[in-house]
């Protein structure tokens, strides 16, 4: 069954209190963005004490310094002015539960959901797959605090990011809700 009704029937109560948020400017308030993960339980607004206009918010699997990912953050420093940025993975990431070569052979088997069991992603799907998979970087982490690192590296060493913006380092934890620095992380993303 769809959840399309509730999402149509809580946007009309959203719409009717809307006001003077109309009025919010295009560039964030705070003059800050994040990169975060797509995980469900993180709510950026609520663990960054946000309100709508005051940050970018730029959600992927994993959180990852994609190339996409940065292509935004270029985005929102070069024609919306922020000046700080955050990347924040997290405790239990669903991306630490598998490989670049699982994933490939899940799709090849079959394009139905898998089921995450004691011993990892298993297909219970029926075919056909699909070979495509492999040749995509899923971007999958291993150790969740060296990919935070590895993240802030990529994005301080890209040639269209501005050594002027302070590039911060972070780990939610999923069981407490608290963000814990990733200290190397965030020596390798300070501001020059």
Known sequence: MSVKPEILSANEAYASSFGA???LALPPA?????????????DPAKYAGLAEGDAHVIRNAGGRASDDAIRSLVISYK???????????????GMEFFTNDLMADLLA??????HLGEDGFVDVGEGPGHPAGADIDWLTIAHTEQSVV??????????LVPASIPI?????????????????????????
Not at 37 to 42: E, I, K, S, V
Not at 150 to 158: E, G, K, S
Request: glycine share 6%.
């Open 150 to 159: 590895d993240d802030v590296a990529r994005i301080r060493n890209h040639p």
């Open 168 to 192: 911060h380092g972070f780990v939610y934890d999923v069981a407490s809700g608290r963000l814990v620095e990733v200290q190397e992380a965030s020596e390798v993303g300070a501001a020059a």
């Open 109 to 114: 088997s079959s394009l139905e959901t898998a």
């Open 30 to 42: 705070r003059r800050f963005a994040i990169l975060t993960c797509m995980d469900a339980r993180l």
């Open 21 to 23: 948020k109309s009025d």
């Open 79 to 93: 024609l919306l002015g922020t000046r700080e940025w955050f990347v924040v993975h997290h405790t239990n990431c």
